[in-house]
């Protein structure tokens, strides 16, 4: 179950956006975004299935050479542009008391699937502090030190991401050995049992569904729907 309900039904198509950023056409994407929202879709469902999806092609198209890192630089950065523009449009729950830092682990340069699911905590109402991409254990140390949150949220994409993520689930534990840990982006999907290993308690790559599932380690799932049934 996400922590959202998104319809599915009317995903926003991704050809003219993807088109847009490739040619590095800001003014296009933006106006692709601009009539989604026109049309009614929702700018949570605009991260989810119109930039996710288009970083994810322009990822594999500069995997597989058809083009270059300039390029990927220039339509990612297009896309950062976007975000910005829809952030101020996310819908926001109640805040529930609760903190959660975000941070890439070091080697992870890539921070935009990272902040899409910092948007998505935000908007399960979690106070959320995002430390960016490529965050050294040192650093993560000092932003634990200076305010300790009630979860922590790695991101690691790809398999040689394995021991930043292993160095900065050690570092968190000098300082908070008992602080729930999550993990978001592709490694541990393809590799689940490291998770219980490294004392993870949930990954998942889908924002809104990692955001789901702190609400539930948390119990305000569990509490909410106690509301509903009482209502």
Same mark, same amino acid.
């Given at each position: 179950m996400s922590a959202f309900e998104l319809p599915t039904s009317a995903l926003p198509r991704t050809e003219a956006y993807l088109r847009a950023v490739l040619a590095n056409d800001s003014r296009a994407a933006l106006r692709v975004v601009e009539d989604e929202l &026109? &049309?009614?879709?929702? &700018? #949570?469902?605009? *991260?989810?299935?119109?930039?996710? +999806? #288009? *970083?994810?092609e322009i990822g594999r198209l500069w995997q597989d050479n058809q083009i270059t890192v300039a390029q990927e630089h220039l339509a990612t950065a297009i896309s950062q542009l976007v975000l910005s523009r829809l952030y101020s449009r996310l819908p926001r729950a109640e805040a529930n008391g609760f903190s959660v830092l975000v941070a890439c682990v070091e080697g992870e340069q890539h921070d935009m699937? !990272?902040?899409?699911? #910092? $948007? @998505?905590?935000?908007? #399960?109402? @979690? $106070?959320?502090?995002? %430390?960016? !991409?490529?965050? *050294?254990? !040192?650093?993560?140390?000092? &932003? %634990? *030190?200076?305010?300790? +949150?009630? %979860?922590? !949220?790695?991101s690691a994409s790809l398999h040689f991401h394995l021991s930043g993520l292993r160095a900065a689930i050690a570092a968190a534990r000098t300082v908070a050995p008992l602080l729930p840990i999550v993990v978001g982006g592709a490694l541990l999907q393809t590799a689940p049992r490291l998770a219980d290993e490294l004392g993870v308690k949930a990954f998942g790559a889908r924002a809104d569904e990692l955001a789901f599932t702190c609400r539930q380690l948390l119990g305000l799932e569990a509490a909410r729907a106690r509301e509903v049934e009482s209502a």
């Open positions: &026109a &049309a009614g879709t929702s &700018a #949570a469902l605009l *991260q989810l299935f119109l930039v996710v +999806p #288009a *970083q994810h699937g !990272a902040r899409i699911g #910092a $948007d @998505f905590l935000e908007m #399960a109402g @979690f $106070d959320v502090r995002f %430390l960016g !991409a490529n965050v *050294q254990p !040192a650093k993560l140390i000092e &932003a %634990l *030190q200076g305010h300790l +949150p009630t %979860l922590l !949220a790695l």
